[in-house]
């Protein structure tokens, strides 16, 4: 487990936050394909908090493609690097994730966050962020929609309807099991949205989330503990 220092420079106001935003969401690349869905390897990440004790622990599970094997994880905990601001929470989550990340022993490939990419007020959610940061291509598969309006999906698996910010498609809602709660795919960084959902649903053969999700939060729930049981 690695243990994470607040970087030098981190904004500390949402001031100084949004500008970073608005600064990284220029390079966002949204006209790359990303990799092919079922191949090489596809990452999950997850962060769980303890805010009383001003922890955070990220995990990261490399997964094949193809058989969605674990072949590699890491964890990494650190001090909660920001408030709790709804819009912001990737400065509260990326310095753990990005250790995580880069203590895995596998490259990464796709990384599938529990979150947002462009489905987000100011089109740059967790999984924009770090995908410009790290250069990986990226998916944000949310449990809800934020604030963005849809209509529900048909029932049978497969089915999608677009995620709307006014006329605008931000992700889709994806029906990943018969007549259950659909989950909010966007993009982050370097895949289309068709691929976006493609992979989703390659990564959701059993269970509404996708395993990558269910492998990272089960695993940084234990990290989290681990480490504050030490404290």
């Known amino acids: ?43 999950g ?15 990261a599970v490399v997964l094949d493609a193809a058989s969605l094997d674990v072949v590699a994880e890491a964890t990494a905990v650190g001090r909660i690097s920001f408030p709790y601001v709804p819009g912001l929470l ?38 924009s962020h770090l995908g410009v940061l790290t250069g990986l ?16 999906p048909d029932a049978p698996r497969g089915s999608a309807s677009p995620l709307l910010a006014g006329d605008d498609e931000v992700g889709r809602a994806l029906r990943t099991r018969a007549g259950v709660k659909p989950v909010f795919v966007s993009v982050g960084h370097r895949v289309t949205l068709d691929d976006a959902c493609a992979h989703t649903l390659a990564l959701t053969p059993q269970f509404r989330l996708p395993e990558t ?7 940084c729930r234990r990290a989290l503990q681990e480490a504050t049981t030490r404290h």
Do not use: S
């Open 137 to 152: 291509p990226t998916v944000g598969v949310a449990k809800n929609p934020f604030t963005f309006t849809y209509d529900d």
């Open 1 to 43: 487990m690695t243990t994470v220092d607040i970087p030098a420079g981190w904004p500390a106001t949402e001031e100084a936050a949004r500008a970073a935003q608005d600064e990284l969401r220029a390079r966002v690349v949204l006209d790359e394909p990303g990799p092919p869905p079922g191949t090489g390897y596809v990452t």
């Open 213 to 219: 999700t269910r492998r990272a939060d089960a695993l």
């Open 90 to 127: 990737a400065f509260r989550e990326i310095p753990t994730v990005l250790a995580a990340l880069e203590a895995l022993r596998r490259p990464p490939g796709l990384v599938v966050c529990d979150g947002y990419g462009l489905a987000h007020p100011r089109r740059f959610g967790l999984a």
């Open 45 to 59: 990440v997850d962060v769980a908090y303890d805010d009383e004790r001003d922890v955070v622990a990220a995990a």
